[in-house]
């Protein structure tokens, strides 16, 4: 609001009597006060404004979160197939339909800028990951696909050695399940963390790298395995293996026994991994039983279904219900998550958990023991097991 002076110069007042104050007045002009109407205005235009610079940067941060997730990638999603003719826009469904992307709408935008939608190249691919950034899987699809004289062959976490041996098996029918076999315990396949000359073929569970691979057609049971063994061992390394019992307290192996453990009792959420290693030291630390399901399965030679009372009656070594400690091997390969969740496990005095959702699967961990029942009886009650 503008205000006029109240007072005038001397000089202004005496150097013409017959000037009057309204003749002083007239070369101003009143100003009236806003009206609330117009303050209204005013504010809802204020408003609006920063209501716009709010949505354009939560925008922002959003489409920036489609573009390069937060979080490594995961693990390879094994073969997909781009079928001749198939668009950019199509492609993009399919890759977040697969979980490799975030979303199919900005990675056709991603690709548009980038030119990628016209060089597609039609066929299979293995070296697709979880949870990619938009720039990695452009990548992915430059590369383009399996060769003609090479074949894909996927080994999927959480299997056990011999699915893995019979999953190679079938990409390569030359390649028998005993000949795998025999090539393991040959000593022609070696791994720095195979403790000793094998003996029997669970010797080599948790040690062969769950991952996407091609090799020739014409390729040897050593050199898969070989490889196999070498890519396992570098995660490992990777992760600091060679120094299991200064970083964690467990031997290199033990921490492979645990790793095998998340793997199979693990949920969707990729921090469950490391609350799930987590329970396992806290009870390995108190001498209690683990009381892991997949572990008593694995002693009983069973893939997986319901466990009776007389099932867990059965003394295996791999029965950590009658058994404290760790299972005497790993059971299944471990992939990378897992393998880092056991020598990195979260921080926290959980001692229990029970799966609580079946989509997604997830679970509740707590330190008390009468919460946990308490959740179990509802988890049952809810049909989630």
Do not use: C
Not at 31 to 42: A, D, K
Not at 62 to 83: F, H, K, Y
Request: aromatic letters at 6%.
């Amino acid at each position: 609001m503008n205000h006029l002076d109240d007072t005038l110069h001397s000089d202004d007042a005496t150097s013409d009597p017959a000037t009057s104050l309204d003749d002083e007045f007239d070369d101003y002009v009143a100003v009236r006060p806003p009206s609330q109407l117009g303050q209204r205005v005013v504010y809802i235009m204020l408003a609006s404004l920063v209501m716009i610079a709010i949505i354009g940067g939560f925008t922002t941060i959003w489409a920036m979160r489609q573009v390069d997730p937060p979080g490594s990638q995961g693990e390879r999603i094994g073969n997909l197939e781009i079928d001749k003719g198939s668009t950019i826009s199509a492609v993009s469904d399919l890759l977040e339909s697969k979980g490799v992307i975030t979303s199919a709408s900005v990675f056709r935008t991603y690709a548009k800028l980038w030119g990628i939608g016209g060089a597609l190249k039609f066929g299979t691919y293995t070296n697709f990951r979880l949870n990619s950034s938009m720039a990695e899987a452009a990548a992915t699809l430059r590369d383009g696909p399996v060769k003609p004289d090479e074949t894909p062959v996927t080994i999927v976490p959480g299997v056990r050695l011999v699915e893995a041996l019979d999953a190679i098996a079938k990409a390569f029918p030359a390649l028998t399940v005993p000949v795998l076999t025999d090539t393991l315990l040959s000593g022609r396949v070696t791994s720095k963390y195979l403790a000793a000359a094998p003996t029997a073929l669970v010797d080599w569970e948790g040690l062969l790298a769950p991952d996407s691979y091609q090799f020739l057609k014409n390729v040897s049971a050593d050199k898969i395995l070989q490889k196999l063994a070498d890519q396992q061992a570098k995660v490992m390394d990777g992760l600091g293996y060679e120094r299991a019992d200064a970083l964690s307290g467990h031997s290199a192996i033990d921490l492979v026994k645990i790793a095998s453990l998340v793997e199979k009792e693990t949920g969707d959420p990729i921090e469950e991994r490391g609350k799930i290693a987590r329970v396992i030291d806290n009870r390995l630390a108190v001498n209690e039983p683990l009381g892991i399901d997949a572990s008593i399965l694995y002693g009983l030679d069973r893939r997986g279904g319901g466990l009776s009372k007389d099932d867990l009656a059965v003394n295996t070594p791999y029965n950590n219900r009658l058994n404290t400690g760790l299972p005497p091997t790993p059971i299944a390969l471990p992939g990378k998550a897992s393998l880092q969740a056991a020598i990195q496990p979260s921080d926290g005095d959980w001692r229990y958990y029970v799966l609580v959702s079946k989509n997604p699967s997830t679970h509740l961990f707590t330190s008390d023991y009468n919460e946990f029942l308490r959740a179990k009886d509802t988890a049952k009650s809810e049909g989630v097991f």
